[in-house]
């Protein structure tokens, strides 16, 4: 048996949390006699924008045996040491600036510390298959001694001075990859925990809240069994963490193997004595439940684009439809097949995903898979333009999966459907590592439809998610004794534009295509300042103003472009119908209810 290779070890250390800055060290005992090179990633993977890490490391120098050694830059995120004698030990010591506070990236100040592995970690070319050992250390100071770490990152048992459970100390993982798939929190959090299949699940949560831990926990307990069922027990980890920072104002979830790095506000959590179920909680559960989602889809079922990931350059796959919109679609769909919410609660978020998807006119003009495909330099990158531009295959991917499962259900009378094609993908691609080809998911459905439905139902998706045409989904929902209502928003009359939030001031963030404002030429970014003489401080003003309007009515606006006043008249358009509800049919056939059990579950 060849003896073991050496670990790659680092340190990290929360060196000056009101400069926000981690120190870290990387050190190789065997690097390559010819110039070891190190790499940070460009890019985190579940984030498809290109970041540049590198750019936050303030300062970075080698040394060789302890001693000061040559090394030098060799494009945005790579570094080379000089040629070193052998049996010589390198080490790489830098800074690292954090302050996103986001899921992405790292942030660090006096009340916590996160980073992702992708933010402070150099990759050491030609060792990432090397086991990682890391030395995740406590910052100065009598104020940090009550700090606890939280991360599923495995304790490196037997190392001395390996870490407890929830302390600083050493920390070990299997290769780069697996390193750099562990966030870390750090702080005063609150901590509850639930067993879900056998498996312990933490939920941290760091920031101020009065959350009722112990709803959150069963509300989450039941969504993460119900997922574990869906794919089969036990669970692809054998520890899970829900890692919450919480806020006055923000969202976004962020998937790893073993956990989820999550921002939330601090009202979306559930409270002691709370009634119902409120619209920011159902957002928070339904966020936790897609990034547990990818703990299979996406983190073990993956693109064959993605195997191995590339964090040096874009990746370019054509299936984020099928990766993140079918995840989209499961996450709400978890909560009522779970019992969190009831059949109307849920009802009410498709109708919400539904209307979210038509009022972009961007969904005429780029399919899903282009979206897919695009999303590097489109998608991650909105501007002014992008509801006339592009579609999300987040939401629209949402749509297509509900089309394919119902078109699958009612097809073979409830005996297959979109559960079935992802256990299929589970057990053939999920557990094997084999990646899944750009023609793999319509291979799943042609296969799990069997007969002439698989063939038939493989085709239609394949159109579908290249092509733009609108979703049958009032013709599909009818089959299942779901009733489908078209609407405007509001009975006041059209401008076709989208208000930028905030500000105290009326900013248009947007101007629709065939719209009224577009037409008098309008743009986003304009300021309005008045409508027919009258000042408009806000957006309610001027829905007020509107109000007393009617389709066809000219009205003049007074707006600032940049420092330049500018009048425009503008005929306003007819109310937009643009809301889209769905409720169960007052009356529905025997068949149609055994349909909609089997869909949303026997409380439907």
Not at 50 to 63: D, G, H, K, P, S
Not at 430 to 435: M, P, S
Request: charged share 25%; net charge negative.
């Amino acid at each position: 048996m060849p003896p073991a290779l050496p670990a790659v070890e680092y340190r990290i250390r929360p060196a000056n949390p009101g400069a926000h800055l981690f120190h870290v060290s990387c050190t190789v005992r065997d690097p390559d006699p010819a110039g070891q090179v190190f790499r940070l990633p460009a890019w985190i993977p579940g984030s498809y924008m290109i970041r540049e890490f590198a750019r936050n490391i303030v300062t970075l120098r080698a040394e060789l045996d302890g001693e000061a050694w040559p090394i030098d830059k060799l494009d945005k995120h790579s570094w080379r040491a000089a040629p070193v004698p052998d049996g010589g030990v390198l080490s790489l010591y830098y800074e690292v600036y954090a302050w996103d506070l986001s899921v992405r990236a790292a942030h660090l100040d006096g009340t916590h510390g996160f980073f992702n592995g992708t933010s402070v970690f150099l990759a050491v070319e030609g060792r990432s298959d090397r086991p990682c050992l890391v030395d995740i250390e406590r910052p100065d100071g009598a104020e940090y001694r009550d700090w606890k770490v939280a991360t599923a990152l495995p304790l490196a048992r037997g190392v001395a001075g390996a870490a407890r459970p929830y302390g600083f100390g050493w920390y070990r993982a299997a290769d780069y990859d697996e390193l750099i798939d562990h966030p870390v929190e750090m702080g005063s959090f609150t901590l509850g925990h639930f067993d879900a299949a056998g498996v312990t699940h933490d939920i941290v949560l760091t920031g101020r809240h009065d959350c009722d831990l112990e709803r959150l926990c069963e509300d989450l307990r039941r969504v993460c069994e119900w997922q574990i069922a869906l794919f089969g027990a036990p669970p692809p980890m054998d520890y899970y963490a829900f890692l919450t920072m919480v806020v006055g104002e923000g969202y976004g979830g962020l998937e790893h193997r073993a956990s989820t790095a999550l921002l939330c506000s601090r009202a979306e959590l559930p409270w002691k004595g709370m009634e119902g179920l409120p619209d920011g909680y159902k957002s928070f559960l339904g966020l936790c439940s897609h990034e547990y989602f990818h703990s299979w889809n996406v983190k073990r079922i993956k693109p064959a684009a993605f195997t191995p990931y590339d964090l040096t350059q874009e990746n370019y796959t054509r299936l984020l439809w099928a990766f993140e919109g079918f995840t989209s679609y499961y996450d709400d769909l978890a909560l009522v097949r779970s019992g969190v919410i009831a059949p109307d609660d849920y009802l009410g978020l498709l109708g919400k995903t539904v209307s979210a998807v038509l009022r972009g006119s961007g969904r005429s003009k780029q399919s899903v898979a282009e979206s897919s495909f695009d999303a590097w330099t489109k998608y991650y990158r909105q501007d002014e333009n992008a509801p006339n531009a592009i579609v999300s295959y987040y939401a629209k991917g949402a749509l297509i999966a509900l089309a394919l499962d119902l078109q699958l259900r009612a097809g073979s009378d409830g005996r297959s459907s979109l559960d079935d094609v992802m256990r299929l993908l589970w057990q053939r691609h999920g557990q094997t590592g084999l990646g899944v080809a750009e023609e793999g998911v319509f291979d799943a459905v042609r296969e799990t439809g069997g007969g002439t439905l698989g063939p038939k139902l493989a085709r239609w998706l394949k159109k579908t998610v290249e092509g733009t045409d609108d979703l049958p989904l009032a013709r599909l929902l009818k089959g299942f004794g779901i009733d489908w209502q078209a609407e405007p928003t509001t009975a006041a009359p059209s401008l076709g534009v989208k208000l930028a939030a905030g500000n105290g001031e009326c900013r248009l963030a947007s101007v629709h295509d065939g719209g009224a404002a577009q037409a008098a030429g309008l743009s986003a970014g304009d300021v309005l300042i008045a409508l027919d003489g009258l000042k408009l401080g806000s957006g309610k003003a001027l829905d007020d103003m509107l109000a007393r309007r009617q389709p066809g009515d000219e009205v003049e606006i007074h707006a600032f472009r940049r420092d330049e006043l500018m009048v425009f008249s503008v005929v306003l358009g007819e109310p937009v119908v643009d809301k889209i509800s769905l409720k169960p049919a007052e009356k529905a056939s025997a068949g149609a209810l055994k349909l909609r059990r089997g869909w949303l579950g026997r409380a439907a």
